[in-house]
């Protein structure tokens, strides 16, 4: 097990840290911003509330099915991978005296084949607050696990798994669960728990100062949500990172990161032109391999939308040498391809965006839908399109669109401009342009 350096009698105003426990934090973010890129500088630490949990909150209790949708959001993790499963024991056994011995079972996790199973002691819905953060504990392990990051180093995993919920934004959530102490009384039977988490607050304060000082925010909102204790040590740890800077700071890549931002905030307004020209200039700031690939592939779906589809195609072919399993970059290609007429190739790359797990299947299904549309195999066509429409969970690009231009192919012309007013109201610039096309003729 890591054992964490603790300095006794130490000044009112001096943090103090240890060098290995210094360098424990460092190293595991740097692997941490390695694989996921740096956390963008408006980046959040999740607070137990509505605004990050909606449908939890809005329930009349809290329901472990609500915990787990709004987790998969947070954490974009598809939701139909996730399954769990309540365990009674002898806790819910009303009127039977016992103890137990070290940590009481609250929440395991069982990964493999693409699926996720969680099983959580029935106990904890008692206690919807355990209840959340077991489930927020065990989502974290998801996440790492679907990178496939060989994060289980044995005592010292639970202590990596606090220092990725940080850079995850569940820092504060965590930090409000290193104690848990709690008396229910019912008149006849007294149940009482305590529990102490194994991260002392030094390192705890340090990893939050660390994450704080990569997206440049010395004095967060979110600092008042941490425990009084905490937040004094986080108060101490921010001053230490101004006097002694972390080698992981670095400025270039903090303005990439508000670049490759700024860019997805003008594709959402339809300014493709102007998102390629701030992803260009990130692309010049950023030596980080996951960056990178993240800018090629939205090059490459930037350069779709304004139909430069050969442009297009190298930017995302750049994606995929840097990340093969990048699954949406392999998807957004094999659908640049196929508006090129590569049919067969393009549908090579959607098989591997398949198979990579780490895809947009209302996507993968509307491209597929497209490739056989351009193979006149209108059945199979109709069939990815009905598929695509299911799967949706958020708004699919073009979907409309494209369905819309299938229908009156088809001679379906009706209920083909139907669904071209929901691409146009969508403000999709493409369905736009083919609306006023037909209004002219």
């Given at each position: ?346 549908k090579e790359y959607l098989e591997k965006a398949v198979a990579t797990e780490k895809n947009d299947v209302a996507y993968t299904y509307r491209n597929l839908a497209l490739y056989y ?69």
């Amino acid at each position: 097990m890591k054992l964490f350096g603790i300095f006794k009698n130490r000044e009112n105003d001096t943090f103090r840290i240890t060098e290995p426990d210094k360098l424990w934090v460092e190293d595991n973010f740097r692997w941490l911003i390695k694989v996921f890129g740096y956390p963008y500088r408006e980046s959040e630490q999740i607070l137990l509330s509505e605004t990050y949990f909606p449908k939890t909150f809005k329930a009349e209790s809290v329901l472990i099915e609500n915990i787990i949708k709004d987790l998969c959001l947070l954490l974009q993790i598809r939701e139909e991978k996730i399954f769990f499963q309540v365990v009674n024991d002898i806790r819910d056994s009303y009127g039977m005296p016992y103890k137990i011995e070290g940590k009481p079972f609250e929440s395991e996790l069982e990964a493999g084949e693409g699926k996720s199973k969680i099983y959580i002691a029935n106990s904890l819905q008692k206690h919807p607050k355990r209840l959340i953060y077991s489930f927020v504990y065990e989502f974290i392990r998801i996440k790492l696990i679907d990178n496939k990051l060989q994060f289980d180093t044995g005592d010292d995993t639970y202590l990596f798994i606090y220092l990725a919920g940080i850079y995850f934004g569940f820092g504060v959530l965590l930090s409000q669960n290193l104690k848990d102490t709690g008396r229910v009384d019912d008149g006849f039977w007294e149940t009482k728990w305590n529990y102490i988490s194994d991260m002392p607050n030094e390192i705890m304060a340090f990893a939050l100062a660390t994450y704080s000082r990569l997206i440049e925010q010395d004095i967060p909102k979110w600092k008042e949500s941490l425990p009084s204790d905490l937040r004094s040590q986080f108060e101490k740890a921010i001053k230490y990172l101004t006097e002694n800077p972390s080698e992981l700071y670095d400025k270039k890549e903090i303005e990439a990161n508000e670049l490759f931002k700024t860019a997805y905030d003008q594709y959402q307004k339809t300014e493709f032109e102007k998102a390629v020209t701030n992803l260009q200039k990130a692309l010049f700031l950023t030596n980080d391999d996951v960056m990178k690939a993240d800018i090629y592939n939205n090059l490459g779906y930037y350069s779709i939308r304004i139909k430069n589809y050969e442009q297009s195609v190298s930017f995302l072919k750049n994606a995929i040498q840097i990340i093969p399993d990048y699954g949406y970059a392999n998807d957004n290609l094999g659908y640049a391809l196929i508006q090129l007429g590569n049919l067969e190739e393009g549908k090579e790359y959607l098989e591997k965006a398949v198979a990579t797990e780490k895809n947009d299947v209302a996507y993968t299904y509307r491209n597929l839908a497209l490739y056989y549309q351009a193979k006149g195999e209108m059945n199979k066509a109709e069939d990815f399109y009905k598929k695509a429409f299911d799967s949706i969970t958020d708004s699919v690009d073009l979907l409309e669109y494209h369905y819309a231009d299938f229908l009156i192919q088809n001679g379906k012309t009706d209920q083909g401009l139907e669904f071209l007013k929901k691409a146009v109201e969508k403000g999709e610039p493409e369905a736009i342009k083919k609306m006023n096309e037909i209004k002219k003729n």
